[in-house]
């Protein structure tokens, strides 16, 4: 779209040559870093403004997420202006790689899969010319950096991401807003970051959100040689936004998280309601009808009552702005786990947002009123959820069997009272960088055979279909190996081992949790370990193991089980009598640039919870648009997979919803223990001194075993779905030894994969929940 790489060349060496006195060629890569990106801003300025100007006055959508896992932005930056290539060439033929920037930190201010699809729908959006902005918080720490210690244990480290800058953002100090607690007032300080859009001119926009004090300094207090007291309010205000929850799926009731949901909340209100005043004028009354805001989760819900509060406060009264609020605000929901889900005591609510507990006991009354045996406050606690439902135009699940068990489990009772406002998003990931960027060698092969820009427009991959033969699985194989060998070189460098690009990869990444069932897999590995070394599995195909998992600092099973693996990788990378047959690797912290390593090159994506339990997944999408077959159960948006590419391209495995419904109660999982000898003696390693192992690992066999007091044996039925895995598993290592055959499902599953781009998610998002169409551009 025509940039000037030259020009950009040109500013950044200035850049490099006004703010640090170095040539290109002598710029370390943080001082590149910076330069190339204040360059690129720069060029990028005039379609910033222009795409935000055109859109002022236009019905627009808002994503109001505490998380957005970005990833590094300077790959992709370029990628989407078209210009990275150019710019590779460009730098190259000055002696400067542009890898060295692998070596920059990347944005993680998102645990996992809510807040990563956060980041896949601002691209889409961008690219397909949907007026969507994002709202965000800016933490000081991202997501922990992790890595593991000589017993195979996590240790977390501060993700310190602004260490060497952020060329990506604006302070846009003019837009600032306060944000009132009872305690003191915090300044939101807003920072701007560009959504550059692919094969368009238009850039969105993600506003993300700092707070910082009033008063840097209390000068009495520094006048009284009191230098802590003088600096308080300053660190009160700053620690709001200092850390990323590191909690992925279980809720923890913390204050200072009450916090930074009201911040983000009211910020955000506060921002959109200045542009609608500026824009519209002072009558809020058709507030609605431009602004449709999209909660993801429950962790902004704050977002309902907080307008409410500002609309009565600029002299609405409830009825009216509840309405508003109502016809506002959509909920997308991400999980049905339990423990997840986001219940405030009123009493510590109170505490720090005193006005917001008042408007939702109103709104709790109204909805007992209006719908008695609904409610949204129970034994002094409000129901985030249940507020989200209430107050909201539609809640939405992320795939189709997810939101199936919304209306029949989770949400019963609503969608009795409310069916017409209970839809499906099947999540969707950006194929920029989910496929051109990290995988250029496949996208050529692709672009090569059916021609045009299929990045753009997914659905294009079809074509691919009929033409897959002999010829294409072996361009395909031999794409996949270049791939397997620069992961090796990856992996050899930041964890010391040595893989081999002619085993099979099995990949399991995603954050570590119990439903997850990484354990499932190490104990199939530790099974296959000893059945070959009895000699009783002849023809297997020898198979690199990779696992990539974070796992919540204070979330002990977890731990425990990554402790675990680490262990029986280190026994059986270091027994020769099976090194040319199975290799194990737990790569340490795992992220979003790690999986643009680590997915291309995957040839089976392990997506194994039990049914029910993932709500969507993404991951498992990444991995089948590389070329990945799944080994999985019939859980979120694995039904989907696997119905697009057809049953028989995939290895499905494992209990269905019904089926564990039908055996939950009478299910015990020592029968199974007792009753096969393989997973016996693997499961043994926990405890029997095989592995060395301690007090942990004999918990989690006791938990799998016996139960514990706060759950029966094997909650997430490991030993229930066992006999299956591990069938599937061995079938599918058999299958591979036909390469094309092999191969071809792999290509099968590339040219199922259209349904899974977030730009067909987004569209829907557009099209059935905000009900605003594309700006042409
Ligand atoms: C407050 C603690 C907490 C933090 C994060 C509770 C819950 C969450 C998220 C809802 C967990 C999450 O990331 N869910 C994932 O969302 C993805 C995007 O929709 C899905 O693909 C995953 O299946 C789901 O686990």
């Known amino acids: 779209m025509n940039y000037d790489c030259t020009l950009i060349l040109k500013w950044t060496e200035a850049q490099l040559k006004y703010t640090y006195d170095v040539s290109l060629q002598e710029a370390t890569a943080q001082q590149l870093h910076e330069a190339l990106g204040q360059a690129i801003m720069m060029s990028i300025s005039d379609n910033w403004n222009r795409s935000k100007h055109t859109r002022l006055h236009q019905r627009k959508a808002y994503y109001i997420s505490a998380e957005y896992l970005i990833g590094r932005l300077v790959y992709s ?20 790689d542009l890898a060295i920037l692998e070596d920059v930190e990347d944005a993680a201010l998102g645990n996992g899969g809510l807040g990563r699809l956060a980041a896949c729908f601002l691209d889409s959006a961008a690219s397909c010319n949907i007026p969507l902005s994002g709202y965000g918080l800016r933490y000081r720490f991202g997501l922990f ?23 990506w953002s604006y302070r846009r100090y003019n837009h600032t807003v306060k944000v009132e607690f009872p305690d003191h007032t915090v300044l939101a300080v807003p920072y701007d970051v560009p959504v550059i859009g692919y094969g368009t001119q238009n850039i969105n926009t993600l506003r993300l959100w700092q707070c910082e004090a009033e008063e840097e300094l209390d000068f009495n207090a520094f006048n009284d040689q009191d230098y802590l007291r003088a600096l308080a309010q300053k660190n009160k205000a700053e620690d709001i936004t200092r850390v990323l929850y590191p909690n992925d799926s279980t809720w923890e009731g913390k204050r200072l998280r009450i916090k930074q949901q009201y911040v983000l909340s009211s910020a955000s209100l506060q921002d959109m309601l200045r542009v609608h005043k500026s824009a519209h004028g002072n009558d809020l009354s ?59 005591n009123l009493d510590l609510l109170r505490s720090v947002v005193p006005e917001i507990v008042d408007i939702i006991l109103r709104i709790d009354e109204k ?46 009772q609503w969608y009795e ?93 995603k954050r570590l949790h119990e439903y997850k069932r990484q354990l499932m897999n190490a104990i199939s590995i530790v099974d296959i370990y000893f059945r070959l070394k009895n000699g009783e599995l002849p023809n297997f195909q020898p198979t690199a193991f990779i696992f990539g998992a974070k796992s919540a600092p204070g979330y002990a099973r977890a731990k425990a089980i990554i402790r675990y693996i680490n262990r029986i990788a280190r026994m059986i990378n270091g027994d ?18 790690y999986a643009e390593h680590i997915i291309p090159a995957a040839d089976i994506s392990e997506q194994i919870s039990p049914a029910g339990t993932e709500a969507s997944g993404t991951g ?137 781009s977030s730009d067909r998610t987004i569209a829907q998002y557009a099209e059935e929940i905000w009900h605003i169409k594309p700006t042409q551009y």
Not at 77 to 96: H, S, T
Not at 287 to 307: C, G, K
Not at 490 to 506: C, S, T, Y
Not at 700 to 709: P, R
């Open 77 to 96: 930056n370029m990628y989407n202006l078209g210009i990275l290539d150019e710019m590779k060439q460009l730098f190259a033929e000055r002696g400067v």
């Open 145 to 167: 950096k992790q890595k593991f210690d000589k017993n195979g244990s996590q240790m977390e480290a501060a993700d310190d991401w602004t260490k060497f800058g952020d060329p």
């Open 286 to 344: 058709r507030f609605a009808d431009y602004y449709a805001v999209q909660l993801n989760d429950t962790h902004p819900a704050m977002s309902i009552p907080e307008l409410i509060r500002l609309l009565m406060k600029e002299g609405m009264d409830f009825e009216q702005s509840f309405a508003i609020a109502q016809k506002t605000f959509s909920y997308t929901n991400h999980t049905v786990m339990g423990e997840a889900l986001e219940k405030w």
């Open 367 to 412: 909805l007992r009123r209006e719908h008695p045996g609904l409610s949204i406050v129970r034994d002094n606690t409000a129901h985030m959820a249940s507020l989200s439902v209430y107050v909201g135009t539609y809640v939405n699940g992320v795939a189709e069997i997810h939101s199936q068990i919304l209306k029949d489990d989770l949400f019963h």
């Open 417 to 509: 009272v409310f069916p017409e406002r209970f839809q499906n998003k099947t999540n969707g990931v950006t194929p920029r960088r989910w496929m051109g960027l990290c995988n250029p060698e496949l996208t050529q092969l692709i672009k090569y055979r059916i021609g045009g820009d299929f990045l753009k427009d997914l659905d294009r991959l079809a074509k691919l279909k009929p033409m897959i033969d002999d010829d294409m699985v072996r361009q395909f194989n031999d794409i996949k190996r270049v791939k397997k060998e620069q992961l090796c070189k990856v992996i050899a460098k930041r964890e010391g081992v040595q893989l081999n690009p002619d085993f099979v990869f099995d990949v399991q990444v």
């Open 576 to 593: 020769p009598e099976v090194s040319d047959k199975l290799k194990v690797v737990f790569v340490q912290n795992y992220n979003c640039s």
């Open 620 to 756: 498992n999408m990444k991995l089948m648009l590389n070329g990945a077959v799944t080994l999985g159960t019939l859980d979120g948006a694995n039904v989907e997979i696997a119905k697009e590419a057809g049953m028989e391209n995939e290895y499905i495995f494992g209990h269905t919803v019904e089926q564990i419904q039908a055996v939950r109660d009478g299910y015990c999982a020592r029968d199974v223990y007792n009753s096969d000898h393989h997973l016996r003696r693997a499961l043994d390693t926990l405890v029997d001194g095989t592995v060395p192992t301690d007090h942990e690992q004999s918990e989690l066999y006791h938990a799998l075993l016996d139960g514990a007091s706060w759950h029966k044996a094997d909650h997430y039925f490991v030993l229930l779905d066992y006999p299956s895995y591990i069938e599937a598993k061995l079938r599918a290592n058999q299958d591979y030894a036909d390469r094309i055959g092999f191969g071809r499902k792999c290509l099968l599953n590339i040219a199922n994969g259209a349904k899974f």
